[in-house]
């Protein structure tokens, strides 16, 4: 079946660094990728997305590319602020048949000032 | 406006009793899903609706009940709670059921406490 393993946290970097967070997958065909993201107290939003093979999403200075060859939509940004601590999640969904979002286990991100 | 929004949004009660949750979204979106998030922060998807007809249905217990009276809404039926069910409950949305680009848009989530 369809799966996804993220890397586990917490993750706690100071303002400004550099933020990896890693993301595989598991499954058949081409499935769409999404990063959403959680603030305290909040629901998810939607960060971004790639439908295809080497399609990079972006916003708010973060990236993921899709990479097929390694089954893989790491989360990336340059320098991260304060504003950015929240779980973030990475989600899968096959095209055809079933709508459902899977998602891997989230990680939990704190930035210092 | 609020796009997708769950009632009530914490919700305390005893084990043994029934309870509901309800979620409508103002997008005119066909499809809506309940999703469970544990206490590790894992999200699961419990149940989905295209147009009032149930497409998915995962491993849930049959006390989880959802009901579609129409298309902008999904509600959440438990019956006879448990402790294990305290968690919290998000309801989403998207388009469509097709294609599998469609962005699912989620509520605010229901905290569910069950003593």
Same mark, same amino acid.
Not at chain 1, 44 to 64: I, R, V, W
Not at chain 2, 18 to 36: F, P, R, V
């Given at each position: 079946?369809?799966?996804?393993?993220?890397?586990?946290?917490?993750?706690?970097?100071?303002?400004?660094?550099?933020?990896?967070?890693?993301?595989?997958?598991?499954?058949?065909?081409?499935?769409?990728?999404?990063?959403?993201?959680?603030?305290?107290?909040?629901?998810?939003?939607?960060?971004?997305?790639?439908?295809?093979?080497?399609?990079?999403?972006?916003?708010?200075?973060?990236?993921?590319?899709?990479?097929?060859?390694?089954?893989?939509?790491?989360?990336?940004?340059?320098?991260?602020?304060?504003?950015?601590?929240?779980?973030?999640?990475?989600?899968?969904?096959?095209?055809?048949?079933?709508?459902?979002?899977?998602?891997?286990?989230?990680?939990?991100?704190?930035?210092?000032? | 406006?609020?796009?997708?929004?769950?009632?009530?949004?914490?919700?305390?009660?005893?084990?043994?009793?029934?309870?509901?949750?309800?979620?409508?979204?103002? /997008?005119?979106?066909?499809?809506?899903?309940? $999703?469970?998030?544990? *206490?590790?922060?894992?999200?699961?998807?419990?149940? %989905?609706?295209?147009?009032?007809?149930?497409?998915?249905?995962?491993?849930?217990?049959?006390?989880?009940?959802?009901?579609?009276?129409?298309?902008?809404?999904?509600?959440?039926?438990?019956?006879? /709670?448990?402790?294990?069910?305290?968690?919290? $409950?998000?309801?989403? *949305?998207?388009?469509?059921?097709?294609?599998?680009? %469609?962005?699912?848009?989620?509520?605010?989530?229901?905290?569910?406490?069950?003593?």
């Amino acid at each position: 079946g369809n799966s996804v393993t993220q890397m586990e946290g917490p993750v706690t970097l100071s303002e400004e660094a550099f933020l990896t967070i890693n993301c595989t997958y598991t499954a058949t065909g081409y499935p769409s990728l999404f990063w959403y993201v959680q603030y305290p107290g909040e629901g998810l939003q939607l960060l971004l997305k790639a439908t295809k093979a080497d399609d990079k999403g972006s916003n708010k200075g973060f990236e993921a590319t899709y990479r097929k060859e390694t089954t893989s939509f790491h989360l990336e940004k340059g320098s991260v602020q304060v504003s950015d601590s929240a779980v973030y999640f990475c989600a899968l969904r096959s095209r055809g048949g079933s709508e459902k979002l899977v998602f891997g286990k989230g990680t939990k991100l704190t930035v210092n000032p | 406006d609020t796009a997708v929004s769950q009632t009530p949004k914490y919700l305390v009660t005893q084990m043994g009793n029934d309870k509901s949750i309800k979620c409508e979204q103002n /997008l005119g979106h066909d499809t809506m899903y309940w $999703y469970k998030q544990d *206490s590790k922060k894992f999200l699961k998807i419990m149940f %989905s609706y295209n147009n009032k007809e149930l497409i998915i249905n995962e491993t849930v217990p049959n006390r989880f009940s959802p009901k579609s009276p129409d298309k902008a809404h999904l509600n959440l039926h438990i019956n006879s /709670l448990e402790l294990g069910d305290s968690a919290v $409950y998000f309801c989403a *949305s998207s388009l469509n059921a097709a294609g599998g680009h %469609s962005e699912q848009f989620f509520g605010p989530g229901t905290r569910l406490t069950v003593l």
